[in-house]
């Protein structure tokens, strides 16, 4: 199913040539009305009416998150004629966040990517869609919300936390799809095991959008398993619109990107040069219509690749892989180059890990890793338990080159937070 079949399954030759009709308007613009950019632009020496191919694209400078930090409250906006209508911004571990604006033409064009995700995922105006991200200055919930108004579902704005009322509206409402964190997806399925629900056969949930933080295969299935649904991860950033960016069809094989609005490379993060499709790198996004705010070459630090080629879907539309990590998440511990994702990969696929681990590092490079266990386990015999120990600080010391301290835990002991996932505690003194 589609919802818009002509510009998700228009020819590449014409995909390619709306990119470049894009790119040139957009460079344009952001030479006419955004000073940071003349600046770049003056200071590079180039010439924006010099930008005549999709691959010219690669003589344009970067913008990072450094940049929208330093331009926040309002330095990348486009002091044009177009009505800014509504604001988000993405929060930083540190210091201001950054700001986002939208025109009245941008919150449209993001309701209308949502709008294809959400087909993409099989869903139509039958299904009731309880919608578990934080609504607010996170672009997540409303962003979702305007998306599936779009397609005429109804829409249940239930925000994160408070599983209980969660369940009530589920109950009450009959949902058939969710849009949530991979964390908390868990930590939900954990707290029906807790209350006696089945899901498979006291709820209607079907779909699972589940996206904004990492996560891997193994959990999906872990979702899938525990929730009785179909998972589609969804991957988006507050600088480009918010959710909508990227999105699974039901092929699986990578996330659809909405090239039409998004021109994509992938570059090696040390060097900044670009690489061929398939290879895995940074991923480096420019907006090809946002109108408030166009940002070009963005260094969204998550690594993942580009992959081309025909999808069985119809859709033509690139697909990237699943994102494996942030170039800045990776740890260096005792030498070795260690990613959260590798960790959490290795952990769930042992059935008797339960849906939360946290990654602690202490003393002078010391790695604990915290894993909550699966009911039945936590309350097996001790021996198992040893055993479980064992094995998990092998295949994980197989996997990153690290051997770590294993602490098992029980179900629903660790923390979790209603946005994202906190992986890693650092405490070292090094
Ligand atoms: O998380 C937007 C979003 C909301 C996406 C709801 C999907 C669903 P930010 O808070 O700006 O925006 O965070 C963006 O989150 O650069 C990735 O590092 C990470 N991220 C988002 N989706 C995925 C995903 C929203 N499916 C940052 N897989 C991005 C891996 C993801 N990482």
Known sequence: ????????????????????????????????????????????GLDPASVRTLADVRRLPFTTNADLRASYPDGLVVKGPEQVVRLHTSSGTTGKPKALFFS?????????????????????????????????????????????????????????GNSER????????????????????????????????????????????IGSEPYTEE???????????????????????????????????????????????????????????????EMVLTSLSREAMPILRYRTRDITSIHREPCACGRTHARIERITGRSDDMLIIRGANVYPQQVERVLMRFPEVGRNYL????GLDEMIVQVELSGATFDGQLEHLVRLQEQIVEKLRAEIMVRPKIELVAPGSLPVSEGKAKRVVDNRKL
């Open 1 to 44: 199913m589609f919802w818009d079949r002509e510009i998700e399954a228009l020819p590449r030759p014409e995909l390619e040539a709306l990119q470049l009709a894009r790119l040139l308007r957009t460079v344009r613009r952001v030479g006419e009305h955004v000073p940071f950019y003349q600046t770049r632009f003056r200071e590079m």
């Open 104 to 160: 009245r033409k941008d919150v449209d064009e993001a309701a209308e990517l949502i709008a294809r995700c959400l087909v993409m995922a099989g869903a139509s105006q039958h299904d009731v869609l309880q919608n578990m991200m934080t609504y607010g200055l996170f672009t997540g919930a409303l962003v979702m919300h305007y998306g599936a108004e779009k397609v005429g579902m109804l829409v249940i704005p239930a925000g994160p």
């Open 166 to 209: 969660q369940l009530m509206l589920m109950q009450d409402f009959g949902s058939t799809v969710i849009h949530t964190t991979p964390s908390y997806a868990l930590y939900f399925a954990d707290f029906l095991e807790r209350k006696g629900i089945d899901p498979r056969k006291d709820l209607r949930l079907r779909t699972g959008l």
């Open 219 to 281: 959990t999906r299935q872990k979702i899938e398993d525990a929730l009785g649904i179909t998972v589609f991860n969804s991957y988006g950033l507050s600088e480009m619109n918010g959710p909508g960016v990227a999105f699974e069809c039901s092929e699986r094989n990578g996330m659809h990107i909405w090239e039409d609005d998004y021109l994509v490379e992938v570059i090696d993060p040390e060097t900044g040069e670009p690489l061929p499709d398939g290879e895995t790198g």
């Open 359 to 362: 990654i602690r590092l202490e």
